[in-house]
């Protein structure tokens, strides 16, 4: 590991992201950086630059079609969406969000480098946006 890492985060930080999965499925639920068609082990497909302005729609489209996970989380798009396969959801990261039940949904959480997380119950499908410190 380049000695600027080790000089810039505390060793539990580079402890936390040396254990750190590039894809992980729990109890249905996808989460990655981007969606399940692409794969999280090729830095060239995790950041490509996309066609502007990015059909999220068809982003999603593609990650259902790859994986059959009933809802799969991303970061990639640094914002707040979310969406089922019937559309986009009404929904900015402002408040909770109820994702449903019996349906797919594919959402993107807002970066944590921009202070941002998410606190997931997969049993209600309540997903809690949350505001996080940014060292700065």
Do not use: K
């Not at 950041?47 to 059959?68: Q, T, Y």
């Not at 989380?73 to 990261?93: E, L, N």
């Not at 970066?111 to 505001?131: F, K, N, Q, S, Y």
């Amino acid at each position: 590991m380049p000695d600027i890492a080790r000089e810039r985060y505390p060793a539990v930080v580079l402890d936390v992201m040396a254990r750190m999965e590039p894809r992980l499925v729990v109890d249905g639920c996808h989460f990655s950086h981007m969606e399940a068609s692409v794969d999280p082990t090729d830095v060239a497909q995790l950041w490509n630059r996309f066609e502007v302005p990015i059909e999220l729609m068809e982003r999603a489209a593609r990650g259902w079609a790859a994986e059959g996970s009933r809802w799969q989380f991303v970061g990639h798009y640094h914002r707040w969406w979310a969406a089922t396969p019937a559309g986009p959801i009404d929904w900015t990261g402002t408040q909770p969000l109820r994702l449903p039940l019996g349906q797919r949904a594919f959402v993107i959480v807002a970066a944590v480098c921009d202070g941002w997380c998410a606190i997931l119950d997969t049993a209600t499908g309540h997903l809690e946006p949350l505001r996080c410190l940014v060292p700065g």
